[in-house]
């Protein structure tokens, strides 16, 4: 079973789909896929998590990203 270091949590709920959260989840994925990351991230789908206003919204670590994009992604990992 493997083993992550921090789970990225992207919310999929209507707001954060009408802002990109598809795109963005489709982002995230290929940064942790490369040689620095590998391996120790997971990303999980969610549903609204009440942030609509600032969506898209990412939560890395407990900490909430709104208005979340891959360069404010990737200052977290
Ligand atoms: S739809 Fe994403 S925070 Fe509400």
Avoid: W
């Amino acid at each position: 079973m493997a083993t992550y270091r921090r789970f990225i949590f992207v919310c999929t709920g209507s707001d954060c789909k009408k802002s990109g959260c598809k795109v963005l989840q489709r982002e995230i994925k290929e940064l942790i896929q490369s040689e620095d990351h590998k391996g120790k991230f997971k990303v999980i789908k969610t549903k609204c998590m009440d942030f609509c206003k600032s969506a898209p919204t990412v939560v890395i670590n407990n900490e909430v990203i709104k208005k979340a994009d891959i360069s404010s992604i990737r200052k977290k990992l």
